[in-house]
C-alpha cells in the first residue's frame, strides 16, 4: 500500500523563527508532490508543488524534494502565527490520485 | 474566479435518512474527487471521475454509498441509509486531468448523523 507519513506534531516555534516540515513517501514512481495548509475547520489549500529534485522557493516557502531518499520537506521562514495551521504533504500515484499524509501541526507562538 | 462550489455547508440529519451532498467543480475541470475527512483516519479519497466516468470508488466505504457526475458540471454523493459513523467532513476537490495537476478543494460539507 502505497503511504505518505509526516510526523502528527504539534510542532511548536517561536514567531520569526524556521519551521521546517517533514514528509515521507513509500510510492519510487512518484512524480508529483504538493503541500496543502488547512486551518482547522476550512479546507485543505494549495500552498506548494514540486516535481524535481531540488529546492523550491516561493516567498517566504521553499519546498524541498530528494526523490533517492524519498523525502519532501517545506521550509516556513520568518514564520507567523498565522501560519498556524496543520500541513498536509500528498504525491500524485499513477493512477491520477493523491495519496495525502496525515498532515502535521503547527503551532507559532507569539 | 470561483472555487469548488459545495452544498450544503452543513447537514445534521437522523439515521437512516438519506443524505445527498452536491458539488460543483471549477469550469474547465475534467478531474472531480470526493473525500471525506476525520479525526481518526485523517483525508480518505471516496471516489474520483475522470471526464464524468468513474474511475476509481475503490475507497467507498460500502452500499450505502453512491456517487454521480451527470455532467462536466455536478456530482453528488448519495449516503442511503445514513449512520451514525457517517459522520464526517467531506470535501469534493476538482483539477485538470494529468498526475501534474494539483487539487482544489471545496469548502466541504459537515455531515452530522444524529
Known amino acids: 500500500q502505497k503511504e505518505v507519513e509526516q510526523n502528527s506534531g504539534p510542532l511548536s516555534v517561536p514567531e520569526g523563527a524556521i519551521a521546517s516540515l517533514n514528509c515521507t513517501y513509500s510510492?519510487?514512481?512518484?512524480?508529483?508532490f504538493f503541500w496543502y495548509r488547512q486551518y482547522s475547520g476550512k479546507s485543505p489549500e494549495l500552498i506548494m508543488s514540486?516535481?524535481?529534485?531540488g529546492d523550491k522557493e516561493d516567498g517566504r516557502f521553499t519546498a524541498q524534494l530528494n526523490k533517492a531518499s524519498q523525502y519532501v520537506s517545506l521550509l516556513i521562514r520568518d514564520s507567523q502565527p498565522s501560519d498556524s495551521a496543520t500541513y498536509l504533504c500528498?504525491?500524485?500515484?499513477?493512477?491520477?490520485?493523491?495519496?495525502f499524509g496525515g498532515g502535521t501541526r503547527l503551532m507559532v507562538k507569539p | 474566479d470561483a472555487g469548488v462550489i459545495q452544498s450544503p455547508r452543513h447537514e445534521v440529519t437522523e439515521m437512516g435518512q438519506e443524505v445527498t451532498l452536491r458539488c460543483k467543480p471549477i469550469?474547465?475541470?475534467?478531474?472531480l474527487f470526493w473525500y471525506r475527512q476525520t479525526m481518526m483516519r485523517g483525508l480518505e479519497l471516496l471516489i474520483y471521475?475522470?471526464?464524468?466516468?468513474?474511475?476509481?470508488d475503490s475507497g467507498m466505504p460500502e452500499d450505502r454509498f453512491s456517487a454521480k457526475m451527470p455532467n462536466a458540471s455536478f456530482s453528488t454523493l448519495k449516503i442511503q441509509p445514513s449512520e451514525p459513523r457517517d459522520s464526517a467532513v467531506y470535501f469534493c476537490?476538482?483539477?485538470?486531468?494529468?498526475?501534474?495537476?494539483?487539487?482544489?478543494f471545496g469548502d466541504g460539507t459537515r455531515l452530522s448523523i444524529l
Open positions: 476537490a476538482s483539477s485538470f486531468g494529468g498526475d501534474n495537476q494539483p487539487q482544489h
Open positions: 510510492d519510487r514512481v512518484s512524480q508529483s
Open positions: 514540486i516535481y524535481s529534485n
Open positions: 469550469s474547465g475541470h475534467n478531474s
Open positions: 471521475f475522470n471526464n464524468n466516468v468513474p474511475i476509481d
Open positions: 500528498a504525491d500524485y500515484n499513477a493512477g491520477n490520485m493523491l495519496t
